[in-house]
């Protein structure tokens, strides 16, 4: 079965700073892989996604993400971060059974904060 | 374009009673998935329907339960709720066959159970 790491539950960055988020998958062939962006009380935006081709993939507000398949990686990153990124961040894969790919397996997020 | 919305947004039950729950697909999707999210935990899928059927379902009890209508609404119906059915539950839409498997969330409706 397909899973989803996500390392780091919070994470601190000052205005301004870099970011990278990190998730793990573990998925045998070439996975489905996604990240979302969840504000409180929200629910979950599509940041950006990745099915084949290049590995870095841009996304919306800024984000771009790299697939590495030797080390099994989905990291998001963004040059430099605003007050409003602060969230929860979700990697996800998608999940295959015998039909097909179906759902979406999460990872259990990791939460943003956005120091001035 | 419409989004994908949900109904009721807020809803509190008591142990054992019944609970459906509603999603309006975004316009063109026909695939409706429903997801189960603890607090401070990511969400869990429960199941998907296409074709008014189910398409798959993940580590869930039959008394979750689920149907989609002709115009790629759903419901999501649980029974015997328990408390630890206290959640929020989040419906999702896509376009099956685009190749993308791109899916698209709703707000979310936060069930307690008490």
């Known amino acids: 079965a397909q899973s989803v790491t996500q390392p780091d539950i919070h994470i601190t960055v000052s205005e301004g700073a870099s970011l990278e988020l990190r998730c793990n998958y573990s998925y045998g062939a070439t996975p489905y892989l996604f990240w979302y962006v969840q504000s409180p009380g929200q629910g979950l935006q599509l940041l950006l996604k990745y099915f084949s081709g290049d590995t870095l993939v841009q996304g919306i507000k800024g984000f771009e993400a790299e697939f590495k398949r030797s080390q099994s990686s989905f990291n998001l990153r963004k040059p430099s971060v605003h007050w409003s990124d602060a969230a929860e961040y979700f990697c996800?894969?998608?999940?295959?059974?015998?039909?097909?790919?179906?759902?979406?397996?999460f990872g259990k997020g990791t939460h943003l904060i956005i120091q001035p | 374009e419409t989004g994908v919305t949900q109904s009721p947004t807020h809803l509190i039950k008591t142990r054992g009673q019944q609970v459906t729950l509603r999603c309006s697909s975004q316009s063109g999707h026909n695939t409706v998935s429903w997801y189960q999210q603890a607090l401070g935990q990511g969400p869990q899928f429960i199941f998907q329907y296409y074709r008014e059927e189910e398409n798959g379902r993940g580590n869930f009890p039959p008394r979750f339960s689920g149907l989609q209508f002709p115009n790629y609404s759903s419901e999501l119906n649980v029974n015997a709720l328990e408390l630890d059915d206290s959640a929020l539950y989040l419906c999702a839409s896509s376009l099956a066959g685009q190749g993308s498997y791109e899916q698209y969330f709703g707000p979310g409706t936060r069930l307690t159970v008490t």
């Open positions: 996800a894969v998608a999940r295959y059974s015998g039909g097909g790919a179906d759902g979406l397996t």
